[in-house]
Structures are given as structure tokens and as C-alpha cells.
């Protein structure tokens, strides 16, 4: 396949029907380029030490075993992990969170990465994934490799 050229696509896309569109599109490109599903797959998962986040089928493992998080808590995972190192204030992880500006007590972020500290962390108390920047917020840990 190297040295062939393919056009570009433009995906317009509407989020109720985001899933399906995105499925069409992948099985149209799959059809024409057998490399394409090995691509998706890498830009769609994030691999850390003992931490795998599947974007696509909003999955997480720890040392292998699956963990539940609420739709909030992946959400407010995946945009830290994909912007590791990336300082993020309370208000900054809630306007993208909650897409709404909030005028109130941002504790509940701080309640969200606490649940997400206890789910994912050996220790939650000694964070290695999530840190916090004191006075600031929160960032992922920037030293850890990824699979992106």
C-alpha cells in the first residue's frame, strides 16, 4: 500500500448518531485498506504502565481487569490522559465534562478524579496517573508512555 494516495474525507458528524456514522465510515475504509483497522486500533486505545484506556469501547483495564467507571469518571479520564501533562483547572475539567459553564462549587470535580483515584491507583493516596498541581488543578502524569 505504500506510495498509493487516497483522497481526504471530511466526517461531519452529529452526536446522536456519531456511533453509527463512524461505523459506516470504518467499514467503507476497511474494504479499501486492510492496514486501516491496525491504525484505528492504535489511535483509539492509550497504554500506560498497568493502565489501558480503549476510547472506542470506553473501556479501562488495571493489571488486566476491567474497571467501571461512570460515564462522567471515563470521561473526565480519557480528556486528562489524551492531554497528558496538560494542566487542567476545576473549571477547565468541568466546562468540557459538563459542556456548560458552572458558576457553583467545583468540589464535585474534585469528587469525580477522587473516585477515579480509587478505581485506577495502586495507592490513591500517592496518585501516579492523575496528580494534582496544587493551587492550579490536575494533569495527567506526563512521564508515562503511551501507546499513541
Request: contains cysteine; hydrophobic residues 35%.
Amino acid at each position: 500500500m505504500r506510495g498509493e494516495k487516497f483522497g481526504k474525507i471530511l466526517i461531519l458528524s452529529f452526536e446522536d448518531e456519531e456511533d453509527e456514522i463512524l461505523k459506516s465510515i470504518v467499514s467503507w475504509v476497511s474494504a479499501g485498506r486492510r492496514d486501516f483497522e491496525e491504525f484505528r486500533v492504535k489511535c483509539e486505545v492509550l497504554s500506560f504502565p498497568n493502565l489501558v484506556i480503549d476510547i472506542s469501547c470506553r473501556k479501562v483495564l488495571r493489571n488486566g481487569q476491567e474497571i467501571e467507571l461512570t460515564y462522567t469518571e471515563f470521561e473526565i479520564l480519557q480528556l486528562m490522559a489524551q492531554n497528558k501533562g496538560r494542566v487542567f483547572s476545576k473549571e477547565q475539567i468541568y466546562d468540557a465534562v459538563w459542556k456548560e459553564p458552572y458558576s457553583g462549587d467545583y468540589n464535585i470535580v474534585t469528587s469525580h478524579i477522587r473516585h477515579i483515584r480509587e478505581k485506577i491507583e495502586d495507592e490513591p493516596a500517592k496518585p501516579i496517573y492523575i496528580q494534582t498541581v496544587w493551587g492550579v488543578g490536575y494533569r495527567f502524569n506526563k512521564n508515562l508512555s503511551s501507546g499513541l
